[in-house]
C-alpha cells in the first residue's frame, strides 16, 4: 500500500452503496441482522488423540468447561484409509487425532455424548464418507433419529490436492464421493451440514487472503457445479454448505477478508449459480486462529497472537471458533493449554463488549478499502482459474499447487531477511528457554489398537461383513448412492481401511504430479 492513512479519497465508491445492512445481500455486514446480539458463536475446541476412549474422556471435559460443539481429529491412518494394524500406518496410529477402525471405536468415542444434543464437526476427507457412515449408525446405537444430527464434514477433497495430500482417490471419484454426501444429507440429513469447504489448510500452506478466498471458492464452484448436474437444488443445498477459513496475524487484513469473503460468495451464488434464497447466498463459516504463526520459541506470546487472531474471526463475523493452544508449536495441547484457548474465546464473549454491536468495524476507511481489495484480487484469480479451464483442469495442471508455493517461498524470505518480524524467532530473542509440558502420546496404544482391530475381525460375522463390502463395491461401480451401502458395511463392522480398499479397487488412488 502506498499511503497508510485512509479516508474517503481512498474508496473507490462510498462505503454504503455496496455494505447493505446486516443480514441482507451482500451480506458484507454478517449474514444476521443482529449477529452476536441474540447468539454467540460456536464455541468448539479441535480435539482428538490416542484411542477413542481417550479421545471421549477429553470431550467430556471440554464439554464441562463450556464449548458449545465438538470438533474431532483424527489420525493419519484414518484419514487416508488404513486400518491401524496396516503396516503402513505403523509409527502414526492416534499420534495427530484419534484413531478410528470400525462402529466399536466411534461408539467408545461418544460415549455418554447425546449425538441429539451435541453438534459434532469432523475433519475428515478422503475417507469422510465412511466417518459419515459410522457417526450415523453411532446415533442408531444410541436410539438417536438421524433427522435430528447436527454437525459439519469438512469432506473437502480438492483441497488436498492442492495444500494436504491426505488424498486417496483420483479427483474425479473423489467429486463423486463428495457429490454423493451431499445428496444423501439433503434427504436425510436435513439438519447436517455435508461439507465445509477449507481455505485453512491452503493458508497455512502458505497463500495469501486473496488466495485462501480465491482457491477455497474455486473449490466449491466445482462442487456446487457437481451437485446442480446430479439434479439438486441450489436454494436447498446451498443453505447447508459452510466453509472453514484461517484467521492470521495481519489484523486489519482478516477482518476484511472475512467481509470480502461473504459479498464474494454471496454474488457468486446469486449471480453464477442462480440461488434466489438468502440462506443459500449466505456465507457461513468456522475459524480456526493460524497454526503456522506458533512458536515452539517464547510459547507463551502464542497466547498474545491466539487472542489477536480469535478477535479478528469475531470482528469479521464467524460462525463458530478453534483457538490454538499455546503449546501446539511443540505437540498436542493438554487440558491446562485447551481450557486457556477455550476461556480466550469465552473472555471475548462475555468481558469485551463487542459482541453488544453488530459490524463495529464496518465503515471504517482502512477496513472498506481493504474488503475491495482483497475481493477484487480474489476475482482476478477465480478468473484465472477459469482461463486455465475451471477448478479441476487448474489443479491437474498444477496452477493452484504454484500459486501457494510461490507464496510460501516469499513469505518465508520475508521472515528470513527479517522485513516480517515474528517476535521470538527474528527480532527481541533470548536464551532462555520456558520448559512447556506437552500431551504424550503412549507407544502402547499402536498395540491395544491394532489388537483391537484384530479382536473385531475375529469376532464379526464374516460373510455378513463380506457381502456388505460386494454392496459397496457394486455401488462404487454403478452410479447409486454410495452412502447407504457404506452404512450397512460399518454396521456389518467392516473397517476403514476395509472399505477404503473396496473403493481403491474400483476408483484406483491419485499420482502427484511431479
Known sequence: MKSKTYGPKRLDTPPVDKLGEPGTFPFTRGIYPTMYQKRLWTMRQYAGFGTAEESNRRYQYLLNQGVSGL???????????????????????????????????????????????????????????????????????????????????????????????????????SLRIVTDVVEYCEQKLPRWHPISISGYHIREAGATAAQEIAFTFAHATAYVEAAQERGLNVNS?????????????????????????????????????GATEPRAQQLRFHTQTAGSTLTAQQPENNIVRVTLQALASVLGGTQSLHCNGLDEALGLPTEETAQIALRTQQIIAKETGVPATVDPVG????????????????????????????????????????????????????????????????????????????QQIDPAIETAQTERVAFLRNSRDQHLTSTALTNVENAALGNVNLVPSIVDAVEA?????????????????????S
Do not use: C
Open 71 to 173: 470438533s474431532v481429529a483424527f489420525d493419519l491412518p484414518t484419514q487416508i484409509g488404513y486400518d491401524s494394524d496396516d503396516p503402513l500406518a505403523a509409527g502414526e496410529v492416534g499420534r495427530v487425532g484419534v484413531a478410528i477402525d470400525s462402529i466399536e471405536d466411534m461408539t467408545q468415542l461418544f460415549e455418554k455424548i447425546p449425538l441429539d444434543r451435541v453438534s459434532t464437526s469432523m475433519t475428515i476427507n478422503a475417507t469422510a464418507i465412511i466417518l459419515l457412515a459410522l457417526y450415523i449408525a453411532t446415533a442408531k446405537r444410541q436410539g438417536v433419529e438421524t433427522s435430528l444430527l447436527t454437525g459439519t464434514l469438512q469432506n473437502d477433497i480438492l483441497k488436498e490436492y492442492v495444500a494436504r495430500g491426505t488424498y486417496i482417490y483420483p479427483p474425479g471419484p
Open 237 to 273: 443445498f446451498g443453505s447447508r454448505l459452510s466453509f472453514f477459513f484461517n484467521s492470521h496475524n495481519n489484523f486489519l487484513e482478516e477482518i476484511a477478508k472475512f467481509r470480502a469473503a461473504r459479498r464474494l460468495w454471496a454474488s457468486l451464488m446469486r449471480d453464477r449459480f
Open 363 to 438: 465503515g471504517a476507511w482502512a477496513i472498506e478499502d481493504m474488503t475491495d481489495r482483497v475481493e477484487t484480487d480474489a476475482r482476478a484469480l477465480l478468473a484465472e482459474i477459469e482461463q486455465q479451464g475451471g477448478t479441476l483442469s487448474a489443479i491437474q495442471k498444477g496452477f493452484i499447487q504454484r500459486e501457494i508455493q510461490e507464496s510460501a517461498y516469499k513469505a518465508q524470505q520475508a521472515i528470513d531477511n527479517e522485513s516480517t518480524v515474528v517476535v521470538g524467532v527474528n527480532r527481541f530473542t533470548t536464551d532462555k528457554t520456558t520448559p512447556i509440558e506437552s
Open 493 to 513: 463392522k467392516a473397517t476403514v481401511g476395509e472399505i477404503s480398499n473396496t473403493l481403491r479397487k474400483v476408483f484406483g488412488e491419485h499420482t502427484e504430479i
